[in-house]
Nanobody, 114 residues
Framework: QVQLVESGGGLVQPGGSLRLSCAAS????????MGWHRRAPGKEREWIASVSNAGHTDYADSFKGRFIISRDIAKNEVVLQMDSLKPEDTAVYYCNAIATQVTWGRGIPVTVSS
């Protein structure tokens, strides 16, 4: 079984940047893909990006150019670098891992506000 813990969220001003991290533990050798999703207030959860063990990345179109996903297999960590943040990026951000089953972190809030 895989456990995931997100960190790095908080309050940031519009135009600012944040770096979210997700640390994986447990049966990490079974992980094939890790990714980030978010749920904004009053909206459904949406997929942001994923990265495979081979380093292949995929992004939802609306996040290309502003968000970058990366994975450090040695650290068992996936990172989401978020730049040029907007108030509409305010949401709870979730990490997930696809292994023998899909595991989700508890989520971490990000607030973009002046």
């Amino acid at each position: 079984q895989v456990q995931l813990v997100e960190s790095g969220g908080g309050l940031v001003q519009p135009g600012g940047s944040l770096r979210l991290s997700c640390a994986a533990s447990g049966s990490i050798s079974t992980i094939q893909v890790m990714g980030w999703h978010r749920r904004a207030p009053g909206k459904e959860r949406e997929w942001i990006a994923s990265v495979s063990n081979a380093g292949h990345t995929d992004y939802a179109d609306s996040f290309k150019g502003r968000f970058i996903i990366s994975r450090d297999i040695a650290k068992n960590e996936v990172v989401l670098q978020m730049d040029s943040l907007k108030p509409e990026d305010t949401a709870v951000y979730y990490c997930n891992a696809i292994a023998t089953q899909v595991t989700w972190g508890r989520g971490i809030p990000v607030t973009v506000s002046s």
